[in-house]
């Protein structure tokens, strides 16, 4: 279903930019975009400016609806996740002579890495530094 909406919304911004393009600018100084001046050229396009703008109009609503639609589809099956709903809830004992970890509830994530590092390396001792990596 998404890739039909992807297919559809550049079909949608291809011929926005086609409708676009075939639009004459209106900034046409000295009688320039009005095909030769005169009263008889200037009412020629009229029927033409007007479709086009019509036109220009359906398309810009179409790619924003396309748009829209292709934002809600891709953030349909995503979860909001939190960095502390991942944290240990528990702690197991540390080693006797480490100090013991808060157990606030709101005790920082870096003390609890901390002390589940030191837990691993089987008592409070200072971590060491990574080797260099070799070339």
Do not use: Y
């Not at 900034?27 to 033409?48: E, I």
């Not at 996740?81 to 808060?102: H, L």
């Not at 870096?110 to 089987?122: A, T, V």
């Amino acid at each position: 279903m998404q890739n039909v909406l992807i297919v559809i919304h550049l079909i949608i911004v291809v011929a926005l930019v086609g409708v676009v393009l075939l639009q004459r600018s209106e900034g046409g100084g000295l009688g320039m975009g009005s095909g030769g001046g005169g009263v008889g050229g200037f009412m020629t396009g009229r029927g033409q400016a007007n479709a086009l703008t019509r036109a220009t109009a359906i398309l810009a609503a179409l790619f924003f609806l396309t748009s829209i639609v292709l934002a809600v589809m891709a953030n349909r099956g995503r979860v909001q996740r939190s960095i502390i709903d991942g944290a240990p809830a528990t702690t197991a004992p540390a080693a006797p002579g480490a100090p013991a970890a808060p157990s606030a509830p709101n005790a920082g994530v870096l003390d609890q890495l901390r002390q589940m590092q030191n837990q691993s390396q089987g008592g409070a001792q200072p971590p060491t530094p990574p080797a260099a990596p070799q070339q």
